[in-house]
Antibody, heavy 121, light 108 residues
Framework: QVTLRESGPALVKPTQTLTLTCAFS??????????VSWIRQSPGKALEWLAR???????YYNTFLKTRLTISRDTSKNQVVLTMTNMDPADTATYYC?????????????WGQGTLVTVSS | SYVLTQAPSLSVAPGQTARFACGGD??????VHWYQQKPGQAPVVVIS???DRPSGIPERFSGSNSGSTATLTISGVEAGDEADYYC???????????FGGGTKLTVL
């Protein structure tokens, strides 16, 4: 059974750096074809894809946020980490991680439960 | 960047058919995935690869994709289908996932 779980601070101050961890089980990110993405959803808004890391350590970033995002993995711990710098209240959102295949055709399945991050002073 | 367009809302009476459109430039050549998201929950795939129904998804859910529009259809809508529905594709030119703006289904 594949599961993912996000963790990180519930509250960050403007200008701070956010670090989120996605801990997963049931698959290995070292396995050919695997990929993990981060996706966020501001309150009442649509889903927004943020970043992706593949089994071969290829990384892709949302064009509009790429200067602020870094995605990395720890294959020994089955974790993917996302950092976002210079946080702003507009970054208040529920952040999800989800698995897909790196063939750029598959759906996101499954998703983690999400973690709500509020940006406020 | 690639854009997917969805109507913000759809209202359907119980037992009727709900059709959700997802518009995109030549979307028919992409694989489209549809997600259902209920309040406070993570999205769940209801249709993948245009028309495949994952295990556990009722036969009432179906999908199609051609030209510039992909469509999710729910036949015999039930109160429990009330949720937000998102379409998604991959923009393979840049390796990014793209989501539509979502359609909120209200069951009257």
């Amino acid at each position: 059974q594949v599961t993912l779980r996000e963790s990180g601070p519930a509250l960050v101050k403007p200008t701070q750096t956010l670090t989120l961890t996605c801990a997963f089980s049931g698959f290995s990110l070292s396995t050919s074809g695997m990929s993990v993405s981060w996706i966020r959803q501001s309150p009442g808004k649509a889903l927004e894809w943020l970043a992706r890391i593949d089994w071969d350590d290829d990384k892709y970033y949302n064009t509009f946020l790429k200067t602020r995002l870094t995605i990395s993995r720890d294959t020994s711990k089955n974790q993917v980490v996302l950092t976002m710098t210079n946080m702003d209240p507009a970054d208040t959102a529920t952040y999800y991680c989800a698995r897909a295949l790196s063939n750029q055709r598959s759906p996101f399945e499954p998703w983690g439960q999400g973690t709500l991050v509020t940006v406020s002073s | 960047s690639y854009v997917l367009t969805q109507a913000p809302s759809l209202s359907v009476a119980p037992g009727q058919t709900a059709r959700f459109a997802c518009g995109g430039d030549n979307i028919g050549v992409n694989s489209v995935h549809w997600y259902q998201q209920k309040p406070g929950q993570a999205p769940v795939v209801v249709i993948s690869y245009d028309s495949d129904r994952p295990s556990g998804i009722p036969e009432r859910f179906s999908g199609s994709n051609s030209g510039s529009t992909a469509t999710l259809t729910i036949s015999g809508v039930e109160a429990g289908d009330e949720a937000d529905y998102y379409c998604q594709v991959w923009d393979i030119s840049v390796g990014h996932a793209v989501f539509g703006g979502g359609t909120k289904l209200t069951v009257l």
